[in-house]
């Protein structure tokens, strides 16, 4: 199976410092990337697609200037969650379309909490 | 994405099969219907996918109704890493590839 690798795998920063999330497909090429978030106990929310080259599309009722997302290549996207807030903790979890292909791997997620 | 519905969660023996239902009614023709599990601080794992035949692989089977409403997840021989949340998810294949998560069924598996 196709191999996507998130970093750090947990992050404590304080608030109102920028973090960046990397998500990297290991050994395939992907075109698009998904970014979820999901608060304890809740299901896995969408906050944005991103396409390789291209600004992100983001949800309804996602910041895209506070949650930047960049898709410079096709093996790695980054999500910076700028001026971070306590709220803002929570498990980050990006998936990854393997070019040519409709079906999307996930990482392993990343746990930030914002003190 | 039509919506799906999954019982919050349930509970299953250890060696024995665990049937996972999920309500689907308003699916349409060209959704299909997929299933992935996320354990415990982890990301979710892919776990099987269909769109009207029967499906089976190392993981687990699945058994959509012929009206197409309605699909089970099997999973044989329940072991305690299958303790997880298991999503049941329709989607389009040709739609923008995201995956919309439900609430989903927390199964525990028992020793």
């Known amino acids: 199976g196709a191999v996507v690798s998130q970093h750090p795998s947990w992050v404590i920063c304080k608030s109102g410092t920028s973090v960046k999330i990397e998500c990297r497909s290991l050994d395939f090429q992907a075109t698009t990337m998904f970014w979820y978030r999901q608060f304890p106990k809740q299901s896995l929310m969408l906050m944005a697609t991103?396409?390789?080259?291209?600004?992100?599309?983001?949800e309804q009722g996602v910041e895209k200037d506070k949650f930047l997302i960049n898709h410079a290549s096709l093996t790695l996207s980054t999500l910076t969650v700028t001026s971070a807030h306590p709220e803002d903790s929570s498990f980050y979890i990006c998936s990854a379309r393997r070019e040519g292909t409709t079906e999307a791997f996930f990482g392993q997620g990343t746990r930030l909490t914002v003190v | 994405d039509a919506k799906t519905t999954q019982p919050p969660s349930m509970d299953c023996a250890e060696g024995r099969a665990a049937n996972l239902p999920c309500n689907h009614s308003t699916i349409s023709g060209n959704e299909y219907v997929y299933w992935y599990r996320q354990i415990h601080s982890q990301g979710p794992q892919y776990i099987i996918h269909g769109l009207k035949n029967n499906e089976t692989n190392e993981m687990a089977s699945l058994i959509i109704t012929e009206d197409r409403k309605s699909s089970t997840l099997i999973l044989p021989h329940a072991t305690l890493r299958d303790t997880a949340v298991y999503y049941c998810?329709?989607?389009?294949?040709?739609?923008?590839?995201?995956?919309?998560f439900g609430g989903g069924t927390r199964v525990l598996v028992k020793p």
């Open positions: 991103s396409n390789e080259g291209s600004k992100a599309t983001y």
């Open positions: 998810i329709v989607r389009n294949k040709a739609a923008g590839n995201k995956l919309t």
